[in-house]
């Protein structure tokens, strides 16, 4: 009986620190030391933004989320927009577009759609160290769904690129599970760039907003030149440590993920996490947009 009762009493300490930590730890002590970032070189990322939201879009012409200032979408430069229906789950819907004003071809996908079987069947066909890929680990489900995206577009996304005299940048673009395709695409691209007509890596460039944790730390290191993940204040996917897939099968079990989670900050030392080669992290070089309170 006192062995159960002290066992409780290490539970309800642990859980008790574990819960002060998180509700003392704000947002902005992961980016305390980071430099600021120059305007010049975070001004791609509002439009970035913008053509995601496009594809959200029912009506380009009249948008629902369409901007009093800042950049406007011009419907005419959309090449092609893709629906669930046309990709048959194997990616999420995207567009592409010419933006002729900036010399760039994007390609920008959407988001989880949380009433799309096919989307939460990309996010759990994974396990640890299920897929190597380039010396390091991937996230199965968004890799295939990446190779899937580059043969389907990829003849399109070159054509383009030599029609405009192979002097635009090549961009892809894309939120939350889009921003972990888009991610390994952009890998997948820099390493066989002959698909693209034989773009130059420095033409290439990855903007994913709220990033999936989808490539282990050499991959996110080696690619952030090309790159680019914003995280806003205390977004969770890209800040947790807990894979996409533990996620979203705890998702109808809150207390079971929390416990876990709990156990796992407890008992395992930081060090050896970062020692875990198979260990998923948010692509490439990251952008935090925070507001340093207390409790923000």
Not at 151 to 163: H, M, S
Not at 179 to 190: E, R, Y
Request: charged share 25%; net charge positive; hydrophobic share 40%.
């Amino acid at each position: 009986m006192s062995l159960c009762c002290g066992v409780e009493c290490v539970v309800i300490i642990g859980f008790a620190r574990w819960v002060w930590k998180r509700c003392a730890h704000i947002s902005g002590n992961d980016s305390a030391n980071w430099t600021l970032v120059a305007p010049g070189e975070f001004e791609p990322i509002p439009r970035m933004c913008r053509l995601v939201l496009a594809v959200y879009e029912t009506d380009l012409h009249n948008p629902q989320f369409s901007p009093q200032h800042g950049y406007r979408l011009n419907p005419d430069w959309v090449i092609k927009r893709v629906t669930y229906e046309q990709t048959q789950g194997r990616a999420p819907p995207y567009l592409i577009y010419t933006d002729h004003e900036h010399k760039e071809i994007v390609l920008a996908v959407r988001g989880l759609n949380l009433y799309k079987e096919s989307d939460y069947k990309t996010l759990l066909d994974n396990r640890l160290g299920m897929q190597m890929f380039d010396g390091g680990f991937v996230h199965h489900g968004l890799l295939k769904s990446a190779v899937w995206l580059l043969n389907a577009e990829g003849e399109t996304l070159k054509r383009l690129w030599e029609e405009s005299g192979k002097e635009y940048g090549m961009v892809f673009a894309g939120h939350s599970l889009g921003s972990g395709v888009v991610s390994l695409l952009t890998v997948i691209v820099a390493n066989h760039r002959d698909k693209l007509g034989g773009v130059p890596r420095e033409k290439i460039r990855c903007y994913a907003m709220a990033p999936a944790r989808c490539m282990s730390l050499n991959l996110a290191v080696k690619y952030a030149d090309v790159i680019h993940s914003v995280i806003l204040q205390d977004d969770f996917l890209p800040r947790t440590a807990t894979p996409l897939e533990d996620v979203f099968k705890s998702i109808f079990c809150l207390p079971c993920l929390l416990l876990l989670v709990c156990l796992r900050d407890t008992f395992i030392p930081e060090g050896r996490k970062l020692r875990d080669s198979r260990r998923f992290y948010a692509p490439g070089r990251m952008y935090h947009i925070v507001e340093r309170r207390f409790c923000r």
